[in-house]
């Protein structure tokens, strides 16, 4: 009795536990947030390259890494940001790229923000461009709203 009881509770703790770690986070999937782009995708893949390189300069100081090898990681690391990096640069100037993520964020903004059938969509007086509920400024035109 004591035993089934213990397996029992054992049971029922790691489900506890297990289950909220296959869930995804809360919330998250009644987002209708704009699909993901190629600059995204790029910048994303940036960040982790980045990341990577980071991590090996600290195998390396940390001297888990030989010369060799932390040379021959480091190269292949910066071929890849470099090919990443010219990927960006070809789909369009650093100032377009800007426009397009500040467009992107905006937009994730404004459904993130958006509750209910009840909202009404702000447009800035100057440009027309959709607002985000709460903000003083137009991140399009920079125009007071
Ligand atoms: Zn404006």
């Known amino acids: 009795?004591?035993?089934?009881?213990?397996?029992?509770?054992?049971?029922?703790?790691?489900?506890?536990?297990?289950?909220?770690?296959?869930?995804?986070?809360?919330?998250?999937t009644d987002l209708d947030l704009p699909d993901e782009t190629e600059v995204d995708r790029l910048l994303e893949r940036k960040a982790v390259v980045y990341r990577?390189?980071?991590?090996?300069?600290?195998?390396?100081?940390?001297?888990?890494?030989?010369?060799?090898?932390?040379?021959?990681?480091?190269?292949?690391?910066?071929?890849?940001?470099?090919?990443?990096?010219?990927?960006?640069?070809?789909?369009?100037?650093?100032?377009?790229?800007?426009?397009?993520?500040?467009?992107?964020?905006?937009?994730?903004k404004i459904s993130l923000f958006a509750s209910g059938p009840d909202r009404k969509a702000l447009h800035c007086p100057s440009c027309g461009a959709e607002v985000v509920p709460g903000k003083k400024f137009c991140a399009d035109c920079g125009k007071r709203i």
């Open 1 to 28: 009795m004591g035993w089934y009881a213990c397996a029992a509770l054992v049971l029922v703790a790691g489900c506890y536990i297990l289950v909220p770690l296959f869930r995804g986070p809360k919330g998250a």
């Open 52 to 108: 990577g390189i980071k991590d090996l300069d600290f195998e390396y100081a940390m001297g888990r890494l030989s010369d060799a090898d932390y040379r021959r990681l480091q190269a292949d690391y910066k071929n890849d940001a470099a090919l990443l990096l010219q990927k960006l640069d070809q789909l369009g100037s650093s100032e377009e790229l800007d426009k397009a993520i500040e467009k992107d964020i905006a937009a994730r």
